[in-house]
């Protein structure tokens, strides 16, 4: 259940209420591809940085280990120790990636291993399938993400194909679900907005589908090579069309200015590797825009990542001894920055909740990009 709370023009403060807990929102899910977020971070340090919802990938928990596993061991949250709620994609992005190893057809997609070699076949009931055996809070219906640029002809079948392919989802989870034998039997499902900068195809299929009536929208194909100004008018022509009292997630975003611009656009949910890749390569987020740990600035100074942070690696490292473990190729860097910049994001998401409950969201952003704009 999504209960609307408070609103700021478009922009959307609410709860979401799910079998594993309620998730105030805008919330940034933290993504877990493997059931585990990259860096050495454990579901423990997860809930220490304030992480609300995680997110794992359908496609490679089904390769490795696989979903039948996953169900023999409760789920994926109990494989993961995870108490919160988890949402996971459909595979799809992952499987349309494979452009010299998979073939399309109204079926599903055809494709082989990128481990091992082995052909796979996915379609709607078998990602269903693999997302129930996974047992998470939210599943994402089959889609196909496009590619960028890509013709008008070929899009529009694409989202007639996809519009097909959801019809299919909603009634092969309603079939789990029912079955009495799913690891979680009130499984929630998103569907998928695609049209890629066709602006008539998003509104057109966005309105399709909302007359699905479905658990919640996302607006996937965007962050794929577009800029910014393309994807914000994508956002300020489609979000509109989405029910105020269902959850509008966009997919693969992002920056922290992307969420600020995106929240302001009425999405409540976000999600991104970047706060765990960026950690990995010695990348940081502050409230002043971003650092390279790197850097030779940094070689003497004695300051923490960012002064007034919480976070494990704020309250008893130093840049400097950061800068040396990642020279010295010492996984604890990797960690130490992972943790830092996640804690950065549940935090900024914090923040946003915060100035929405007020009545503040629009000054709170202008201050914001101000301050990012510090050290961009």
Request: aromatic content about 10%.
């Amino acid at each position: 259940m999504y209960k609307l709370l408070k609103t700021e023009g478009l922009a959307k403060r609410a709860e979401f209420s799910t079998v594993h807990g309620v998730v105030q929102t805008p919330v940034f899910m933290n993504v877990g591809t493997l059931a585990t977020i990259r860096g050495a971070v454990s579901s423990e340090d997860l809930e220490q940085a304030g992480c609300q919802m995680e997110l794992s990938n359908t496609y490679h928990l089904h390769l490795r280990p696989g979903d039948e596993i996953i169900r023999s061991m409760g789920g994926l949250r109990s494989f993961m120790d995870w108490k919160g709620p988890v949402l996971t994609d459909s595979g799809g992005f992952q499987v349309f990636s494979l452009s010299r190893l998979r073939r399309i057809k109204e079926e599903g997609v055809s494709f082989s291993s990128h481990i091992d070699g082995r052909k796979i076949f996915m379609g709607p009931e078998e990602s269903m399938q693999i997302q129930s055996n996974l047992g998470s809070t939210v599943a994402m219906a089959f889609d196909e993400c496009a590619p960028y640029p890509c013709p008008r002809e070929y899009m529009a079948a694409s989202v007639d194909r996809t519009t097909r392919w959801l019809v299919r989802c909603k009634q092969k989870l309603d079939i789990l679900s029912a079955s009495g034998s799913a690891v979680n039997g009130q499984q929630m499902l998103f569907g998928i907005n695609q049209g890629g900068t066709y602006e008539d195809i998003r509104i057109a299929h966005a309105r399709e589908i909302v007359g699905m009536d479905l658990d919640g929208y996302a607006i996937g194909g965007l962050a794929v090579g577009e800029s910014h100004a393309e994807m914000y008018r994508i956002l300020d022509a489609v979000a509109p069309i989405f029910p105020k009292e269902k959850p509008v997630y966009l997919m693969g975003v992002g920056t922290p200015h992307n969420i600020l611009e995106s929240v302001e656009r009425g999405v409540d949910f976000f999600d991104c590797v970047l706060p765990s890749r960026n950690g990995r390569h010695a990348r940081v987020y502050t409230n002043q825009g971003r650092m390279n740990l790197l850097n030779a600035q940094y070689i003497l100074d004695g300051k923490p990542i960012e002064e007034g942070c919480g976070c494990p690696a704020c309250r008893r490292y130093s840049r400097s001894y950061i800068r040396h473990l990642f020279k010295a190729k010492e996984m604890l860097a990797m960690r130490l920055c992972v943790l830092h910049n996640l804690h950065f994001y549940n935090s900024f998401m914090g923040q946003i909740r915060r100035a929405l409950d007020e009545g503040r969201f629009a000054e709170y952003k202008k201050w914001k990009l101000e301050q990012f704009s510090l050290n961009p």
